[in-house]
């Protein structure tokens, strides 16, 4: 056993091994290591926060559901009250419109019991005169007469 | 296999490391040619998953170095509290690198031996943690870093108060300087021993174990293997956390 020469080789070679270690081994795969470490962390919290973001996502999902629900109940509650002012409006006019004609049928009630009058009157103030005429059994100038006869035809 | 004959050569056969050269300038080729090439598998293989890096889903050899990358930058985080470039990538080459060596001594004892000696090699030691110049180069290395970070952190005047006046006081200081140079002496050659020692021995009981007759052999090389794994792991990650409560204490400012 002697210490020799060798020694001096040995630490020319560790030197060399740790320098080039130190110079292109280690800072590369460091390097990878504290990126992988970030990358996965990065990955993590980006799950997190997709998680996160699906469970917003659900709760704004049902509140939306939740608006459109009462939303439809309102239209349908719009509709059935519409419904029901048309019917209501409907059953106005239709009322309306019978009274007119309920009206109109009157007047030509009245009108043809006014013409059924005239014709009447017409009719017996020619039997009047008829008969008078017998009655006095004579020939009575209607010329004459005629205010007469329009004064009594206008009594009757 | 070996030109001694008998247990005592075959030991020493395999204990001596190829070298090349006289006293202190002999080199050990096998030491430096296994720790080279383990070094540069180490250096590829991360070289290949720093290319290939991806912050999305990582492949295989991504996933290795990503595994050991935490591992060591765990490590670091949870004893060095300050900021810098240097002391996690050190972490991370002190313990693949030293892992790798101590791991080529599960290979079979002879495996190794009997190619390099029909390649012609008569000496062959495959694991670099038995040779003490490895595992010292290593520690005293980390103790250049040590005593380079006390002076960069606190300054020459705040290490020179640091070795004199604690921990008993500027009327104390040859005392505390003697105290605190054995302390810091101490942490390399404890560092690089320790790995050495129980590299060694490992090694030595395959050695032995090798020596016994063959049907005997698997019972205690397999056990002792597992239980070597243990030891291969836990020493490369000592020298780790040890070389990082160093430094840690380098930069820490009283």
């Excluded at chain 1, 056993?1 to 320098?19: C, H, P, R, Y």
């Excluded at chain 2, 040619?33 to 998953?49: D, E, H, T, Y």
């Excluded at chain 2, 670091?76 to 030293?98: E, M, R």
């Excluded at chain 2, 000696?117 to 008569?122: Q, R």
């Amino acid at each position: 056993m002697s210490i020799n020469a060798t020694l001096i080789g040995q630490m020319i070679t560790f030197t060399l091994l740790v320098w080039f270690t130190m110079k292109y081994v280690w800072p590369p795969l460091i390097e990878a290591l504290e990126a992988r470490k970030q990358k996965i962390s990065e990955g993590l919290i980006a799950a997190e926060k997709g998680q996160e973001d699906v469970k917003l996502a659900e709760k704004r999902a049902i509140k939306y559901l939740k608006e459109a629900k009462a939303e439809s109940a309102n239209i349908i509650a719009l509709a059935q009250k519409r419904a029901n002012d048309v019917v209501a409006e409907s059953k106005q006019t239709a009322k309306v419109e019978g009274e007119k004609l309920i009206e109109a049928a009157k007047a030509q009630i009245n009108q043809e019991i006014q013409q059924a009058k005239e014709s009447l009157r017409k009719e017996v103030s020619s039997l009047a005169l008829k008969a008078a005429e017998q009655i006095l059994q004579e020939e009575v100038d209607k010329a004459k007469h005629k205010e007469l006869i329009n004064k009594v035809s206008e009594q009757l | 296999m070996s030109s001694e004959g008998g247990a005592t050569g075959y030991i020493v056969h395999h204990l001596t490391p190829l070298s090349v050269g006289e006293g202190f300038w002999a080199l050990h080729l096998d030491t430096l040619f296994f720790s080279a090439v383990l070094g540069a598998a180490f250096i590829l293989f991360f070289k290949n998953a720093a290319e290939k890096a991806t912050t999305g889903v990582p492949g295989l050899t991504q996933n290795i170095a990503e595994m050991l990358i935490e591992f060591v930058d765990q490590q670091v985080k949870d004893t060095f509290h300050g900021k810098s470039k240097l002391i996690a990538p050190l972490g991370l080459t002190i313990f693949c690198w030293v892992l790798l060596w101590n791991t080529m001594d599960v290979i079979p004892v002879d495996l190794l031996g009997l190619i390099g000696s029909v390649m012609g090699i008569e000496y062959l030691r495959v694991v670099p943690s038995t040779d003490l110049n490895a595992t010292f180069a290593l520690s005293i290395s980390v103790f250049i870093l040590i005593i380079f970070y006390s002076i960069k952190i606190k300054g020459v005047f705040g290490f020179a108060k640091e070795l004199t006046c604690t921990p008993f006081g500027p009327w104390m200081m040859p005392f505390n300087l003697l105290l605190k140079i054995v302390e810091e002496i101490a942490k390399p050659i404890s560092l690089a021993l320790r790995l050495f020692g129980n590299l060694y021995a490992g090694e030595l009981i395959f050695i032995l174990i090798a020596l016994l007759p063959a049907f005997i052999q698997p019972l205690l090389s397999f056990p002792w293997a597992i239980f070597h794994l243990l030891i291969i792991v836990l020493q490369a990650f000592i020298f780790m956390v040890l070389t990082i409560v160093y430094l840690s204490m380098a930069h820490e400012d009283h």
